[in-house]
């Protein structure tokens, strides 16, 4: 009988994770001996789950929130993806050695060309709402990808800038009120910050002046359809939701530790919706 296999998400007031869904409907319909748990750690607790990888009783682990940048001086070795980020979601080990990336970037890119297949990064003018951890992850992967131009808008001018630094020579940084001078050429745009939902105001942006097959995307998917993707809709632009991204960014870290890659398939993202709608 093969030997059991475990892994986990590792974070802190983490109960309303879907990780474990995802990963358990795959560990089921590849018929594997494993398991995918949620641990619920503090920062001290770190070092000895990084052990337990490193002997071999995890195979490997998701992170979240709080735990993405705490967990980097820990590791062994981060990769290009991780550091672009300055954080890291997925941990793995290889002959001993503990690595660490990060897979959003990879997985809004997927969701986006799976979803819109007829979209084709190269010779686009993508537009990103926000400066955090996710924009970085997707203008790594936009740019790997070839887009043109990357032009992002954030209430912290300073943080764009900072970011812009990831792509110099492709990006730039405009304020929000001057995003209806650059709305006529965008190929997409992407809100990566919170604002439209639980209360906040929306981000700002003239939709209206967009090309009609302008796609807006949002990586937020609780709700599924937020107000910044229904507002798209309600002029008729294709739109992207964040649920999508969330399945994608998880196939990496299952094929790195039970070698297989497994697929995002309509059965899976009907079983996380079901989850998320049952949540209210």
């Known amino acids: 009988m093969p030997e059991m296999k475990h892994a986990c998400v590792v974070g802190h007031n983490i109960s309303h994770s879907r990780s474990p869904l995802i990963h358990g409907y795959w560990i089921r319909q590849y018929g594997l001996e494993a398991d995918y748990t949620i641990r619920d750690l503090e920062t001290a607790e770190l070092p000895a789950l990084i052990s337990q990888i490193r002997r071999g009783e995890l195979e490997g682990c998701n992170v979240t929130v709080p735990h993405k940048q705490s967990v980097i001086p820990l590791l062994d070795r981060i990769d290009e993806a991780a550091r672009q980020t300055g954080s890291v979601n997925t941990i793995y080990q290889d002959q001993g050695t503990i690595f660490g990336t990060s897979t959003d970037g990879e997985g809004f890119l997927t969701h986006l060309l799976t979803a819109h297949p007829s979209f ?16 970085r992850s997707i203008i790594g992967a936009m740019s790997t990808a070839g887009v043109t131009a990357i ?68 990586i937020v998917y609780v709700p599924l359809t937020t107000p910044f993707l229904a ?48 949540s209210g």
């Open 120 to 135: 084709k990064p190269k010779r686009c003018h993508a537009v990103i709402l926000g400066a955090g951890g996710a924009a």
């Open 231 to 278: 507002r798209a809709k309600a002029i008729g632009r294709p739109t992207l939701d964040g649920l999508g991204m969330l399945l994608h960014q998880a196939v990496r870290g299952f094929e790195l530790w039970f070698g297989i890659r497994p697929e995002v398939t309509p059965e899976l993202r009907h079983l996380i919706e079901q989850d998320i709608l049952a």
């Open 151 to 218: 032009t992002i808008a954030n209430r912290n001018r300073h943080r764009a800038e900072e970011v812009a630094t990831l792509a110099p020579a492709l990006t730039t940084v405009v304020a929000a009120d001057d995003l209806h001078l650059i709305a006529p050429t965008a190929d997409i745009v992407i809100n990566t910050t919170s604002l439209g939902t639980g209360g906040k105001g929306e981000f700002p942006f003239p939709m209206q002046d967009t090309p009609v097959d302008c796609i807006f995307a949002d």
